[in-house]
């Protein structure tokens, strides 16, 4: 094909990006690029890019985020993602897609195309539920692997100061949105929050989640490093594990496979601790636990999955208490959701379909 403008017409790809990949030699004067739309993120814009042979994927920021509330940030959030990526591919380079071609001023970068057909997205697969202990075990351990080999660096904690960013995009929306709603424990989630931010061990990625984790033929592949930050490494530990409790309620037949991934990803992740005594991470991860659990129904960012009120009042009937006596171990959080079904183990899901 030989236009010089791209194909467009089921999307509109701003012509800055387009502009860019020109630039970076990712597609070639007078070809016309196949852009098609990549679901599944709030705050940016994906395509699959195919030129000729050639298929790459390209992303860009947006500064309002797709979600029922207003929440907007700052798109140079896209230079961390990349920073992120870079760093953690010196330490696991299988563990993320390659980078191509960045430009910071207009928040895109290029990247390796990974296809759907070798590298599901861990979410659908749990919400198929295909809940695989073994998996959530490398998922810890990879995540570990890049925390300790960033743990103590002046360099990395200068390059990913990203405090304003992180308050922006992770404490503010989840703890600090959620406290209005619980004013008995309004204070402590504000407190949880301060303290957060000011523990300053080791370069997080902020965004641990099923939904930015792909299934790869060589282990987990992490995507959306949008909340790349220097800080408290508990924090990415706290906020994948979330995920393991939630996913209850989504796929209820699974439940104990949950609970299982969720004993995996913590003992994997636990062992690799040697930046710091793991009774000092694991007693923060346990007390951000419960904070990022209830923010899911009732911070600025609640899953999509969980909308039987029901449900969401189990979710509070756990949360609060442990929120007001927080625990050290991450254990007792899992037991304190366990207890909350009575032991039953549900044979189907009401919302199993739902938001794959």
Known sequence: MTSSSPDISDNAVPDAVVAFLRDAGLVPSGVTPRFTPLTGGVASDIWKVEVGD???????????????????????????????????????????????????????????????????VWKAELAAGRADPSFAARVGDTVAAIHAAT???????????????????????????????????????????RE????????????????NILVGPNGPVFLDAECAWYGDPAFDLAFCLNHMLLKCLWTPRARASFLACFDALAAAYLARVNWEPV????????????????????????????????????????????????????????????KAFSGKVDTGSRQENASK
């Open 54 to 120: 050639r298929i790459f994927a390209v992303k860009r920021a947006l500064q309002k985020l797709r979600v029922a509330r207003d929440w907007q940030v700052p798109v140079t959030r896209n230079v961390s993602e990349v920073d992120w990526l870079r760093a953690a591919a010196k330490v696991a380079p299988d563990a993320v897609p390659q980078v191509l071609a960045h430009d910071a001023e207009i928040g895109a970068f290029a990247m390796a195309y990974l296809d759907p057909a070798h590298h599901p």
């Open 151 to 193: 743990a103590h660096s002046a360099a990395l904690a200068k390059q990913f100061a990203n405090d304003a960013l992180f308050h922006a995009i992770r404490l503010e929306p989840y703890l600090e949105a959620t406290a209005p709603a619980h004013p008995d424990i309004a204070d402590t989630l504000m407190r949880l929050s």
């Open 196 to 211: 957060t931010l000011a523990t300053k061990v080791t370069l997080v990625h902020g965004d641990v989640s099923p939904k």
């Open 279 to 338: 009774v000092d991470l694991e007693r923060r991860a346990a007390r951000l636990l419960p904070a990022l659990f209830l923010a899911r129904v009732d911070g600025k960012s609640p899953v999509e999955y969980i909308t039987d009120e029901n449900d969401k009042a189990r979710v509070r009937r756990v949360a609060v208490p442990l929120i007001a006596s927080p625990p050290s171990r991450l254990a007792d959080v899992r037991e304190a959701w366990a």
